[in-house]
């Protein structure tokens, strides 16, 4: 009994450290954020989850939601603007709900035809492990045109 009541001591502090490095690293990520629309001259608006966002075009189509099947053509980089990845121009198709969940809450915020820029907080990215040539606790920006609501 005396063994399971340390293992759970020992949990509950290890996840007070994770939970302490997760609100951390929501800081930094901020003030990057920050940092690059102050630098970029970005007109972005921030919802509660860290999301920042830029509509340059809202569109005039349909309305997409978290569970819709879009087309998206986009360029994705880093805040030095690096490249990491990008669509052909006629864009991809994907639902929603498969991708990182940056791109799920924020290409609703656009309609058919609409384009802008999405700024995702690495928890809403790629968190602290990363993934390919993307490291962990990074910063992701996108351009992105929503050209179709498939469904």
């Not at 930094?28 to 919802?47: F, P, R, S, T, W």
């Not at 198709?93 to 700024?119: D, Q, R």
Request: hydrophobic share 40%; proline share 4%; charged share 15%.
């Amino acid at each position: 009994m005396k063994y399971v009541f340390s293992l759970l001591i020992l949990s509950v502090f290890l996840m007070s450290c994770a939970k302490k490095k997760a609100e951390n690293q929501a800081i930094e990520d901020a003030v990057i954020i920050q940092q690059y629309i102050a630098d970029n001259g970005l007109m972005a608006i921030k919802n509660t989850s860290g999301l920042n966002y830029v509509r340059n075009v809202v569109g005039g189509g349909a309305s997409c939601s978290a569970l819709s099947t879009v087309t998206v053509a986009y360029k994705g980089y880093f805040t030095d603007g690096t490249v990491f990845d990008e669509s052909p121009a006629e864009g991809i198709t994907f639902s929603l709900s498969a991708v990182i969940p940056g791109w799920t809450e924020g290409i609703p915020y656009f309609k058919e035809g609409g384009n802008g820029v999405l700024l995702v907080p690495s928890a809403l990215g790629y968190g602290p492990k990363g993934r390919g040539s993307i490291p962990g606790n990074t910063v992701l920006v996108f351009d992105v045109h929503l050209i179709e609501v498939v469904e």
